[in-house]
């Protein structure tokens, strides 16, 4: 795939269709998921019966994890007549560009952006509530959810983003890029401007969209006295793997800033003290470091809303600008 670490491969049917599987890079082994496409479907979800209800606006909702645990999210949804678009929101980024149907009282919608697979389905009680969900992710997720209509919702802060400890103002890091040549934060290149530092992942759809948004910034960035640079956190600690996936991530969307490999899996549960150790624990990818140009952190920040957000995504480049702006009047 042009961005994530996936192939697919498969036989031509008769008709046209797709048989074959999907093999996805993994932290750990090699996923294969079997798959079938047909030609010219433009439709995910069957509809046999016009939509009770209309679920268009904000909800508030209470996703279960495994462990019975709550984890909040809002969802902000559009819907005409039977077709329903929207995302979903969590306090560390978003679900994309979803996609379904309400059929009757049935509420059903998907997301694949290559390699990550969410399905949403659940029973529409009335206008103001929704139960019975249940959220299917990947090859084995499977979480139960419930929704309430709130206009006013705002989501938590559940403390995802990292601190500077005790004692510490500035990072200190080197790391190889994709060309494996070594960048430091010290290097010339970094003196006296303002500096974003992006801890992402490859493998992170909402690393993408912070990537693509911080890519065309640079464009502009770069002349008015902005550096950027990234470290990836990949799903394997062989560099060469990640080489390859940052590579063509970096292609994809013309990084013309540093792209580093940590050299740490995204998974290592020591994986901030074998990077940035001047940070608490980095949780949320991702987490994005502006520096000022005398070097000292100034702020941080965990998560993405992109694109798919809307208002949020308008919000957040509101805010960057302006960050940006206080930092370069120093």
Same mark, same amino acid.
């Given at each position: 795939?042009? #961005?994530?670490?996936?192939?697919?491969?498969?036989?031509? +049917?008769?008709? +046209?269709?797709?048989?074959?599987?999907? %093999?996805?890079?993994?932290?750990?082994?090699?996923?294969?998921?079997?798959?079938?496409?047909?030609?010219?479907?433009?439709?995910?979800?069957? $509809?046999?019966?016009?939509?009770?209800?209309?679920?268009?606006?904000?909800?508030?909702? %209470?996703? =279960?994890?495994?462990?019975?645990?709550?984890?909040? %999210?809002?969802?902000?949804?559009?819907?005409?007549? *039977?077709?329903?678009?929207?995302?979903?929101?969590?306090?560390?980024?978003?679900?994309?560009?979803?996609?379904?149907?309400?059929?009757?009282?049935?509420?059903?919608?998907?997301?694949?952006?290559?390699?990550?697979?969410?399905?949403?389905?659940?029973? /529409?009680?009335?206008?103001?509530?929704?139960?019975?969900?249940?959220?299917?992710?990947?090859?084995?997720?499977?979480?139960?959810?419930? %929704?309430?209509?709130?206009?006013?919702?705002?989501?938590?802060?559940?403390? *995802?983003?990292?601190?500077?400890?005790?004692?510490?103002?500035?990072?200190?890091?080197?790391?190889?890029? #994709?060309?494996?040549?070594?960048?430091?934060?010290?290097? @010339?290149?970094?003196?006296?401007? $303002?500096?974003?530092?992006?801890?992402? +992942?490859?493998?992170?759809? *909402?690393?993408?969209?912070?990537?693509?948004?911080?890519?065309?910034?640079?464009?502009? +960035?770069? *002349?008015?006295? #902005?550096?950027?640079?990234?470290?990836?956190?990949?799903?394997?600690?062989?560099?060469?793997?990640?080489?390859?996936?940052?590579?063509?991530?970096?292609?994809?969307?013309?990084?013309?800033?540093?792209?580093? /490999?940590?050299?740490?899996? #995204?998974?290592?549960?020591?994986? =901030?003290?074998? =990077?940035?150790?001047?940070?608490? =624990?980095?949780?949320?990818?991702?987490?994005?470091?502006?520096?000022?140009?005398?070097?000292?952190?100034?702020?941080?920040?965990?998560?993405?809303?992109?694109?798919?957000?809307?208002?949020?995504?308008?919000?957040?480049?509101?805010?960057?600008?302006?960050?940006?702006? @206080?930092?370069?009047?120093?």
């Amino acid at each position: 795939m042009p #961005v994530f670490e996936s192939t697919f491969s498969a036989k031509i +049917g008769k008709d +046209g269709s797709l048989i074959g599987e999907m %093999a996805k890079g993994t932290t750990g082994k090699t996923q294969y998921w079997p798959f079938k496409a047909w030609p010219g479907q433009s439709y995910r979800f069957t $509809v046999s019966k016009p939509a009770r209800y209309n679920i268009s606006g904000r909800w508030e909702l %209470a996703i =279960t994890r495994p462990n019975k645990t709550i984890r909040p %999210a809002m969802a902000e949804w559009v819907q005409k007549g *039977n077709k329903v678009t929207g995302t979903i929101l969590t306090p560390s980024g978003d679900y994309r560009y979803l996609d379904g149907v309400v059929n009757r009282d049935s509420l059903l919608m998907s997301v694949f952006d290559g390699s990550h697979t969410y399905l949403f389905r659940a029973l /529409i009680k009335d206008n103001n509530s929704i139960s019975e969900g249940v959220f299917y992710s990947g090859i084995a997720g499977v979480e139960e959810w419930k %929704a309430k209509r709130n206009n006013d919702y705002v989501l938590p802060d559940v403390g *995802n983003t990292p601190e500077m400890k005790a004692g510490y103002t500035h990072l200190d890091f080197r790391f190889l890029d #994709v060309d494996s040549i070594p960048v430091s934060i010290t290097d @010339d290149r970094f003196k006296n401007k $303002v500096v974003i530092v992006q801890l992402m +992942g490859s493998w992170c759809p *909402n690393c993408m969209d912070e990537t693509k948004f911080l890519s065309e910034y640079y464009q502009k +960035g770069k *002349n008015e006295g #902005v550096e950027i640079v990234a470290i990836a956190y990949e799903n394997s600690t062989d560099f060469k793997r990640s080489q390859i996936s940052v590579r063509k991530f970096q292609q994809r969307f013309n990084v013309k800033y540093p792209m580093l /490999i940590s050299g740490v899996s #995204v998974t290592d549960s020591l994986r =901030t003290e074998k =990077t940035i150790p001047q940070l608490t =624990t980095i949780k949320v990818y991702p987490t994005t470091i502006y520096i000022g140009k005398d070097g000292t952190v100034r702020k941080l920040h965990s998560g993405f809303y992109g694109p798919g957000t809307g208002e949020h995504f308008e919000a957040f480049k509101k805010e960057f600008y302006q960050t940006i702006a @206080d930092m370069l009047k120093e």
